[in-house]
């Protein structure tokens, strides 16, 4: 066994492609067949997990701008399938053999057709130059090479079936991001449109990063950024510059592209959460289609994922999560929170608003929590509420959590339009507008002001002209 897996692994050593792109050798362990066939089938995992933004126009529009910068690109052959995905986060990606997905939460940052044009060329880039494949080829590698070794010192912890796991998807270093770069401006720029577009466009991802990095730190969680290969901001970053200046220098630019639609075909559409994960307002959470009101204590934050809403304190030093799941057993809610929880104390049956539930303290590994459950319909929501670290004291926040969940109620008649998505409107700027009267009168949930000037591009302190046709939201 010892023999095969070595013979197997200098054998991966041998198996090289011609780089579509730079046409010298890459190591890879699969075909172009079976990188679309790998394509086709996360292709099918993604829209099962991510919904469809539902917007034909939009959709189409999307398609039509990807699958003629496409046409400039190294595997022209290929067929393109450009997706929106109806998602907040601020993200693009793409995987084998040409699906390609960008998320509405990026396309309201984008203030141009140039703009998402330089999105669509970067991900096309990844596809043409091969780099997840090549990516998941040196895991693979790398994973049979530590079988070997593992094995070779009597070691059976090898796997060598789940080495590649989440290679497909994973972050690309400097080096292919910067190569996207540059591939990406090619396709532009040949396409019509400038190659500084793609320095706008990592400039606005710049920016949204460090704003992000601090909103992170405030909660206390790790930051998420869609291309933060930068350390510094792209104006100051001479490699950006060089491969920016070397595309119009050594390609031909193609026809002038004469209007752009780019604020038109986003006109209305949806900013931040969506109708069926619920909206914020403020202090205020107001799910339709669950027909849900929660709120939060004045200064705290609610914050809506995919699979929880979590209601944090200023500084992130206390948390309460919820979660939502389908009732199974024909049990109360004591009983319900008792098999996870067999051990607990202050114990407190829960009437809210109609609905029983049932609430207690619990120590985890010598560390309080408070749990909760409330039943509605057939439906259980879950509490969570903890501190951060044992620095802070539970009973400093208790009574916060209990709050939270004692405001659990079916919404009324004259809120469920308050259930309804925040939405993007183009506004041409007046005299004695600033970015500061404008969030004032905003409907954003957190930060209105720097959000403005986020999707704006105005980010951190840039100033209004008057007539800019810019984006507002309500």
């Not at 057993?329 to 607990?344: G, I, Q, S, V």
């Not at 749990?371 to 969570?384: E, L, R, S």
Request: with cysteine.
């Amino acid at each position: 066994m010892r023999i095969i897996l070595i013979i197997f692994a200098l054998s991966f050593l041998t198996n090289c492609a011609v780089n579509p792109v730079t046409g010298k050798q890459d190591f890879v362990v699969i075909s172009e067949n079976q990188e679309i066939q790998m394509g086709r089938e996360y292709n099918a995992q993604i829209l099962r997990q991510n919904p469809v933004y539902q917007d034909q126009d939009l959709q189409d529009y999307v398609q039509a701008i990807g699958e003629s910068l496409a046409a400039k690109s190294h595997r022209p052959n290929l067929i393109y399938r450009f997706t929106i995905l109806d998602s907040p986060d601020i993200n693009a990606f793409a995987l084998p053999g040409g699906y390609i997905y960008i998320n509405r939460g990026l396309m309201s940052y984008l203030s141009s057709e140039e703009e998402l044009a330089a999105v669509l060329g970067h991900e096309i880039g990844h596809v043409t130059a091969r780099h997840s494949v090549r990516q998941y080829s040196q895991s693979q590698l790398l994973g049979i090479l530590s079988t070997a070794i593992e094995i070779n010192a009597g070691s059976t912890a090898g796997n060598v079936a789940n080495v590649a796991s989440g290679a497909l998807l994973s972050g690309y270093g400097r080096d292919m991001e910067l190569e996207a770069d540059d591939l990406g401006a090619q396709y532009i720029y040949q396409d019509g449109y400038s190659p500084q577009g793609m320095y706008e466009v990592l400039s606005v991802l710049k920016d949204q990063e460090i704003y992000s990095k601090q909103l992170a730190e405030r909660r206390g969680q790790e930051p998420r950024s869609y291309h933060g290969v930068f350390a510094s901001h792209p104006s100051n970053d001479k490699r950006l510059q060089e491969v920016l200046n070397n595309v119009s220098n050594s390609f031909q630019k193609g026809n002038q592209k004469k209007n752009d639609t780019y604020l038109q075909k986003i006109e209305g559409m949806v900013f931040g959460d969506s109708e069926q994960s619920g909206i914020r307002r403020g202090t205020e959470f107001f799910h339709g289609p669950l027909n849900l009101y929660l709120a939060s204590p004045e200064t705290w934050e609610i914050i809506n994922t995919p699979n929880q809403l979590i209601f944090s304190s200023p500084s992130g030093e206390a948390v309460l999560q919820m979660t939502l799941e389908d009732l199974n057993f024909k049990e109360t809610p004591e009983e319900y929170l008792k098999r996870f929880a067999p051990y607990t104390f202050e114990d407190q049956n829960l009437n809210v608003n109609g609905y029983d539930g049932f609430t207690a303290k619990v120590n985890r590994s010598g560390r309080l929590i408070r749990m909760g459950v409330i039943f509605k319909n057939d439906q259980v929501f879950q509490f969570i509420g903890y501190t951060k670290d044992q620095r802070f004291d539970l009973s400093a926040y208790d009574g916060q959590f209990l709050q939270i969940m004692k405001s659990l109620r079916s919404l009324k008649r004259e809120e469920q339009p308050l259930s309804k998505p925040l939405r993007l409107r183009s506004y041409k700027v007046k005299k004695g507008d600033t970015y500061k009267s404008l969030a004032a009168i905003s409907s954003i949930n957190i930060n209105a002001e720097d959000q403005l000037r986020l999707i704006n591009g105005d980010y951190p302190d840039k100033k209004l002209e008057i007539g800019r046709v810019i984006k507002i939201v309500n």
